[in-house]
């Protein structure tokens, strides 16, 4: 039924309150993350069980070309639901100059490669890069929408990015090491750079360096 039994857990003694539930990818997408690699991840979390109080499910849900993720509250059952979705198989991610400045941060600690040049810019991750990105960005960051969620009491959602992006980039520093330790080094084995843009041909002597007109 694609939930996770709590015999697939590092640690059994206590039930967790919430459930971890796997969607189908969709055609043309993959999960990055699986159900135990989250559980993992959570089990490195300082506060884990308090951050998540309130989570009623955590479902690795089908495949997105406009999000990571996505934190849905219930607010009249003050409950709330984080989901992390699967990426295009191809797993290289184009970003807008934009977005890519604000995770910029996030690229160059996972050893991400890129090139300015390319209009989208294309982030060539590997397997372990995206789920790297997909837990100690994604995650955190939906965990932060769930943070601000809670402090207003269960609240309708205002959809205020600036303090879940903030929540995930404290805890990015603190969780990196560990996440290393746990995981490994997402750095180790990154995709070649792109091959650098060939240079300009240069015009011959019979064109108008000026208007780029052939002269005859």
């Given at each position: 039924n694609g939930v996770v039994s709590p015999k697939n857990r590092e640690d059994v003694?206590?039930?967790?309150?919430y459930e971890i539930i796997r969607e189908p990818a969709g055609?043309?997408?993959r999960h990055v993350v699986s159900a135990r690699q989250l559980e993992q991840f959570i089990s490195i979390?300082?506060?884990?069980?308090?951050?998540?109080q309130g989570v009623e499910k955590i479902v690795l849900s089908g495949g997105s070309e406009k999000v990571y993720g996505w934190h849905r509250d219930l607010w009249r059952r003050k409950v709330a639901t984080i989901e992390l979705c699967a990426w295009?198989?191809?797993?290289w991610a184009p970003m807008s100059i934009r977005y890519f400045r604000q995770h910029q941060p996030y690229m160059d600690a996972l050893g991400v490669?890129?090139?300015?040049?390319?209009?989208p810019i294309r982030c060539?991750?590997?397997?372990?890069q995206a789920r790297a990105f997909s837990l100690l960005h994604v995650f955190m960051h939906e965990l932060g929408h769930h943070q601000d969620w809670k402090h207003r009491r269960g609240g309708r959602m205002k959809g205020l990015e600036a303090y879940a992006d903030d929540f995930a980039l404290r805890y990015f520093d603190l969780l990196l090491p560990l996440y290393r330790k746990k995981f490994g080094d997402p750095a180790?084995?990154?995709?070649?750079?792109?091959?650098?843009?060939?240079?300009?041909?240069p015009l011959g002597k019979d064109w108008d360096r000026m208007n780029f007109t052939r002269v005859i």
């Amino acid at each position: 039924n694609g939930v996770v039994s709590p015999k697939n857990r590092e640690d059994v003694s206590e039930p967790r309150p919430y459930e971890i539930i796997r969607e189908p990818a969709g055609r043309g997408f993959r999960h990055v993350v699986s159900a135990r690699q989250l559980e993992q991840f959570i089990s490195i979390i300082p506060e884990a069980d308090q951050l998540l109080q309130g989570v009623e499910k955590i479902v690795l849900s089908g495949g997105s070309e406009k999000v990571y993720g996505w934190h849905r509250d219930l607010w009249r059952r003050k409950v709330a639901t984080i989901e992390l979705c699967a990426w295009t198989k191809a797993i290289w991610a184009p970003m807008s100059i934009r977005y890519f400045r604000q995770h910029q941060p996030y690229m160059d600690a996972l050893g991400v490669t890129f090139s300015l040049e390319e209009k989208p810019i294309r982030c060539r991750f590997t397997m372990a890069q995206a789920r790297a990105f997909s837990l100690l960005h994604v995650f955190m960051h939906e965990l932060g929408h769930h943070q601000d969620w809670k402090h207003r009491r269960g609240g309708r959602m205002k959809g205020l990015e600036a303090y879940a992006d903030d929540f995930a980039l404290r805890y990015f520093d603190l969780l990196l090491p560990l996440y290393r330790k746990k995981f490994g080094d997402p750095a180790a084995n990154a995709a070649p750079p792109p091959p650098a843009p060939k240079p300009a041909q240069p015009l011959g002597k019979d064109w108008d360096r000026m208007n780029f007109t052939r002269v005859i």
